[in-house]
């Protein structure tokens, strides 16, 4: 069980928008940046969001992220075929001396 | 900015494997790198960090006592030292930098390498 809780799976028709939430606690989310993954089967997972809501160059702003709380947010607006993937959310935890922690991920598919 | 794996491969149950993670393209000891793993049919999964200067790390409750990550700035390289392998360790193995060049660990990598498969099987 991850210490970041994440729906399995989630979906979406093109054009949509959609949002991928992640809840943690105040060892994690509460206090530490959150960020986003994407991960193609296959491939190396792909940063699209990191310090809670900054976007890497060449990430295209159609994503976004939030936090609120011990909970945050992926908002994919736009929604394309290609978004069709598993999306991660990650955190620093400072329990047990600190460790590194991701959420179970997200299935998203594009209907 | 690349990262290159190596040094994975099929282990007996009990056996030991040290992964490479090369570095290049950017100043190297600047940056936390972590290990994170993905088992078939799992999600991802961090297992351990090292800071910068290569002075503190930190590991996943499943890879305390059996693995020990280490630097080497002058090689621009991290090892993975993983011994008492389990079967549930099968996976690929990722290294990846933090984004922010603190040498801190955000769990906010931008760049990873290819991945190294590690099976543990008789």
């Known amino acids: 069980q991850s210490v970041l809780t994440q729906a399995s799976s989630a979906s979406g028709t093109l054009g949509q928008r959609v949002t991928i939430s992640c809840s943690g606690s105040s060892s994690n989310i509460g206090i530490n940046a959150v960020n986003w993954y994407q991960h193609l089967p296959g491939t190396a997972p792909k940063l699209l969001i990191y310090?809670?809501?900054q976007r890497p160059s060449g990430v295209p702003d159609r994503f976004s992220g939030s936090k609120s709380g011990t909970s945050a947010s992926l908002a994919i607006s736009g929604l394309q075929f290609e978004d069709e993937a598993d999306y991660y959310c990650?955190?620093?935890?400072?329990?047990?001396?600190?460790?590194?922690?991701f959420g179970g991920g997200t299935k998203l598919t594009v209907l | 900015v690349q990262l290159v794996e190596s040094g994975g491969g099929l282990v007996q149950p009990g056996g030991s494997l040290r992964l490479s993670c090369a570095g290049s393209g950017f100043t190297f000891s600047t940056y936390a790198i972590s290990w994170v793993r993905q088992a078939p049919g799992k999600g991802l999964e961090w297992v351990s960090d090292i800071n910068g200067s290569g002075g503190r790390t930190h590991y996943a409750d499943v890879a305390k006592g059996r693995f020990t990550l280490s630097r080497d700035n002058s090689k621009n390289t991290v090892y993975l030292q993983m011994d008492s392998l389990r079967a549930e360790d099968t996976a690929v193995y990722y290294c990846?930098?933090?984004?922010?060049?603190?040498?801190?660990?955000?769990?906010?990598?931008?760049?990873w390498g290819q991945g190294t498969l590690v099976t543990v099987s008789s």
């Open positions: 990650a955190a620093w935890d400072d329990r047990l001396n600190g460790r590194g922690v």
């Open positions: 310090a809670d809501n």
């Open positions: 990846a930098k933090e984004v922010i060049g603190s040498g801190y660990s955000y769990l906010g990598f931008d760049s």
